[in-house]
């Protein structure tokens, strides 16, 4: 790993143990042997070295988090855990109710979420899509989907999330006019889910953003990066999971050149959905 990556990490994982302890700079110095302007030196953005052992181990002995994990080559803070594979399949996804999303979005709480649905965003969803979706799920999965639905809203609108979400423009289209998957979906219930969608993304600005590129020009597999934790890339009934922080950036570069390709950004991605409600 680049030493400027590895620096970013540590800082990024330093920062949450600061967080997670409650103190303010100079009493977080103090439990590991620091004076606050050698802490400040270590949080700075123009750090090149990381600090010396001594001082790694001080941090990790007195906020009980073991050293693999500051340095980012473990996904577990757990000072007895095995450094985590790079690289893991988890059979059974099974999508929006799956409690591993759940977990891993909770893991991730405080980092930024990026995200390229399968479909539609989950959280954006009707419960007549949902069901339309699931239409040949079990009941009690159908339910679960519509509760998690509301609970990772929920989630959403909570002050310390920050979520990009992309996606293809022509999807959109494809649902506005229930072509492909939804053709058999009525023009009310998708004039109601776009409806919901121009109004959640108004509602949810700038904490949440929604990025639509050409799906003539570039692709992505669906896949969710939850911070520097994971990513997992959606492939229909398993997850392909990556643990590594290198993997982890690169998933992370091939976000970011999607919402540089975007061809409808966040402040303008309502108002586009709105037009498509009324073409329906």
């Not at 969803?125 to 009941?139: F, S």
């Not at 494809?174 to 969608?197: I, K, N, P, T, Y």
């Not at 229909?236 to 992370?252: C, K, P, Q, S, W």
Request: with cysteine.
């Amino acid at each position: 790993m680049d030493k400027r990556d590895l620096g970013a990490v540590f800082r990024e994982r330093l920062a949450r143990v600061m967080r997670r302890a409650g103190l303010g700079q100079s009493a977080f110095a103090a439990t590991i042997g620091l004076d606050r302007s050698a802490l400040s030196q270590l949080m700075s953005e123009r750090a090149v070295r990381l600090p010396r052992a001594e001082t790694l181990v001080a941090i990790a002995s007195a906020h009980g988090v073991s050293l693999d994990w500051l340095l980012g080559i473990s996904q577990s803070e757990r000072l007895s855990a095995e450094i985590a594979p790079m690289l893991a399949i988890e059979l059974g996804a099974s999508g929006i109710d799956d409690s591993r999303l759940q977990h891993w979005r909770r893991e991730a709480t405080g980092f930024k979420i990026r995200y390229v649905p399968a479909t539609l965003p989950d959280l954006l969803r009707t419960e007549a899509v949902i069901r339309y979706e699931l239409g040949r799920e079990p009941d009690a999965r159908i339910e679960a989907s519509i509760a998690d639905a509301g609970s990772y809203l929920a989630y959403t609108r909570r002050p310390e999330t920050d979520m990009e979400v992309c996606m293809p423009l022509q999807r959109l289209v494809s649902f506005a006019r229930g072509e492909g998957m939804w053709s058999g979906l009525g023009a009310a219930e998708r004039r109601a889910q776009l409806a919901r969608m121009a109004r959640l993304l108004d509602e949810l600005y700038p904490t949440f953003r929604l990025f639509l590129y050409d799906a003539r020009r570039t692709f992505s597999a669906p896949m969710t990066i939850f911070g520097p934790q994971r990513a997992a890339i959606y492939m229909g009934d398993m997850y392909l999971v990556l643990n590594a922080t290198e993997h982890i950036r690169t998933l992370i570069d091939r976000f970011d050149s999607l919402i540089r390709q975007a061809v409808v950004n966040p402040h303008e991605a309502a108002a586009r959905i709105a037009q498509l409600e009324e073409e329906v």
